[in-house]
């Protein structure tokens, strides 16, 4: 479990105030963006999630989303000038390591969380942006995606090591309108309520 309302509160805070959020994160892209949160490590399988973004922006036309980062690690050099050798070193955003203050509002303004990894017992990212608010894409080898994504409901699974399931996933989640993104991260909040302090304390007890 993760402290749910805490990225209840910043993810809303940052939907309400998103003028003044903006201005003092001003790395915050202002156009839609699918957010990545992880360490940049192999198992995490950035590159896979790298190529089916390139082959994204290929397919859509209509204003594509960029795509954020978050973290660090060894491969974080490596991805940085696959982004430059393609011409996409304004579109995909490397802000790095953020604190657990900021990035309950990164989580907010994004347009859906997206978890590649390869192998992963559960992810508590998934938790996190679950609790945002946003929709989810995530890999069917991540732990929660047993428990937290419903396909079609909050968001969609993915085969991590297929870069054409990835794209299709990525293409699905940018086709939907702001609305029907809206109802995903409402029902990503729902599925995630039975994941909480509150309820893991009256398991226990």
Same mark, same amino acid.
């Given at each position: #479990? #993760?402290? @749910?309302?805490?990225?209840?509160?910043?993810?809303?805070?940052?939907?309400?105030?998103?003028?003044?959020?903006?201005?003092? @994160?001003?790395?915050?892209?202002?156009?839609?963006?699918?957010?990545? &949160?992880?360490?940049?490590? +192999?198992?995490?399988?950035?590159?896979?999630?790298?190529?089916?973004?390139?082959?994204?922006? @290929?397919?859509?036309?209509?204003?594509?989303?960029?795509?954020?980062?978050?973290?660090?690690?060894?491969?974080?050099?490596?991805?940085?000038?696959?982004?430059?050798?393609? @011409?996409? *070193?304004?579109?995909?955003?490397?802000?790095?390591?953020?604190?657990?203050?900021?990035?309950?509002?990164?989580?907010?303004?994004?347009?859906?969380? &997206?978890?590649?990894?390869?192998?992963?017992?559960?992810?508590?990212? #998934?938790?996190?942006?679950?609790?945002?608010?946003? +929709?989810?894409?995530?890999?069917?080898?991540?732990?929660?995606?047993? *428990?937290?994504?419903?396909?079609?409901?909050?968001?969609?699974?993915?085969? +991590?090591?297929?870069?054409?399931?990835?794209?299709?996933?990525?293409?699905?989640?940018?086709?939907?309108?702001?609305? *029907?993104?809206?109802?995903?991260?409402? *029902?990503?909040?729902?599925? &995630?309520?039975?994941?909480?302090?509150?309820?893991?304390?009256?398991? #226990? &007890?």
């Amino acid at each position: #479990v #993760v402290d @749910n309302e805490h990225f209840i509160q910043h993810a809303d805070f940052a939907r309400k105030h998103e003028s003044s959020v903006r201005t003092s @994160n001003p790395k915050i892209p202002k156009t839609p963006y699918f957010l990545v &949160v992880t360490r940049l490590i +192999p198992r995490k399988n950035v590159e896979s999630l790298f190529d089916a973004y390139i082959k994204y922006r @290929n397919e859509v036309k209509d204003m594509p989303w960029d795509l954020v980062i978050c973290g660090n690690g060894e491969l974080k050099d490596q991805l940085i000038k696959t982004a430059i050798d393609n @011409n996409l *070193e304004k579109n995909i955003h490397f802000p790095g390591f953020l604190s657990y203050q900021e990035i309950g509002y990164w989580y907010g303004l994004s347009g859906a969380f &997206v978890h590649p990894a390869l192998k992963e017992q559960w992810g508590l990212v #998934v938790n996190e942006a679950c609790s945002s608010g946003v +929709p989810i894409l995530c890999s069917k080898t991540v732990g929660s995606s047993y *428990e937290l994504v419903r396909e079609g409901v909050n968001g969609y699974l993915f085969e +991590p090591e297929d870069i054409k399931d990835i794209t299709r996933c990525l293409i699905k989640i940018h086709q939907l309108d702001h609305d *029907e993104r809206g109802v995903m991260g409402e *029902e990503s909040r729902k599925i &995630v309520k039975k994941c909480s302090p509150e309820v893991f304390a009256e398991s #226990v &007890v």
